[in-house]
């Protein structure tokens, strides 16, 4: 039987820090264990395995747990994940990644983990993934423009990452870096954003269980232009937080500077929780417009949106006592 | 008087009234013909006039070819992973381009004398009125779906909807105005009427550079157009267009 990387994390290997002591309280004054026995104790292969009709270009992946967050919603298909996003360093048109990202090089890869930490330096993504076993999970995402899909994710648990270059107790905050690489990104000519791309989390943001740093999709590996080779996934945040391409890791103490929200901080958050009750200044967030499912569907699209994305059991009290309309 | 005064005019607005006054009277020729030339002509000039007139099934045609497009998509699925967003992405665009390429037939008249193209600006109008409300449409039906209370949040709070919205409103009273009948009624009010059409193409560029994230190059091309429709619009062109527009229309018509 397997036994779960991450209850042997959490017994064994973390500095005793206060941030995850508190982390470790609050996750078990959640039941958050039992999120774990869930995701830690069946070993199948991947139940995000496309359908028949699908054909998933990329190397297949050994994944050694699983967690199903969908709650049976149809997933979407691996040819709308893949061809409809935001990536602008490939082009701003939801088709632009998967059609610009055939020369990028997600091999070799490396990445800088720097600031407050104890082990810092650069790494090969071999070395960053060695020690973990590969999870999938089945998260709804939920795009700031108010559409969404349903995405059986492969990758490791940030935090889990994370703790290996135990990180210090000034370590408040965690920014990623996406790589910057304008003759592989055609996008990057174009400064519709401050380039390179930027995001951060809080640091219980990054250790949460939840968030993850994905390696691969529809149980392969990512296409390019899904965010190839490690890309973050926090479910219960808007799609923009989760940072692709990742190339440096830094711990901070101070809230990182992050791109949307230089963009406009009127509208992008650094928080950015999914939360229907604070509308963009463009879009309600009240509903969202569902993308999954094999078939075509022009109506019945539209569904409510939940707080936190449908996870506020398990992230809502990482924010109490926040007034989540001043901090969006 | 003076609706036929304008009409006989070589100015701007006026001919539109006259337009299908003269194509109803090439058959049996029961209306006073507005154009004198027109009463005049011979058989070669007639061939001339209705092969203009000849254009304009051909014209409304081709208006629509982008919803023959869109229902070809729907009926082939392929409008890609968010259908939905598709379809009122297309639709926008083609209400916009149309109500630019109806403020686009006055400069053009003014820069080749084309005279004629007046012919074809109701259709264009009503064109663009046509797709803005199929954009609408699809935004209420399809896209909103069960969630209608929606609609109304969304006109006041949302900038680039209340300014669309209104947009579509305000063209409908110039919808309902363009028929001749309508024309003849209001007179001179008519032409005040319309001039509402300015505002509306402002709008209408506002809602689609409001409505995007980061990247406004595209909304800005139409922008661009707009501004530059608005350049030719400005005394100093207009007034010596005209001018040569009055000495080369006539010699035209001999």
Redesign the interface.
Known sequence: MHRSFRHNAIASTITPEPVYQRRREVLQLLGLGALGLATGCRSETSSGMPTATEEIPGKNLTIAHRLDTSGGESRTSY??AT??NNY?EFG?G??DPAAHSGGFHAQPWSVEIAGHAEVTGRFTLEDILKPHALEERIYRMRCV?A?SMVIPWVGIPLGDLLKRFKPTAQAKYVAFTTVNRPAEMPGLS?P??DWPYREGLRIDEAMHPLTILATGMYGHELPNQNGAPLRLVVPWKYGYKGIKAIVKIEFTESQPKTTWNQ??PEEYGFYSNVNPEV?H????Q??E?R?AGDG???????IATKPFNGYAEQVASLYTGMDLRKYF | MNRIDNIASPRIHAPAGGQRRARAGSGANTHPSPAPSLRAAGRGRRLFRDRVAAFKPLLFALCLLPLAALAWDIWHEALGPDPVAQLEHRSGDWALRLLLATLAITPLRRLTGWNKAIRFRRMLGLFAFFYVTVHLTIYLVVDLGGFWSQLLTEIAKRPYITVGFTAWLLLIPLALTSTNAMMRRLGRHWQRLHKLVYLIAVLAVLHFLWLVKADHREPAIYLGVLIVLFLLRLPKFAAKRARTLATAAPAQNT
Not at chain 1, 296 to 302: A, C, E, T
């Open positions: 040819k709308d061809h409809y602008y701003t939801k088709g423009e559409w174009y519709v954003l963009a406009g509308d200044p463009r879009w309600s009240k509903t417009r993308i075509f569907s022009l109506l019945g699209n539209r």
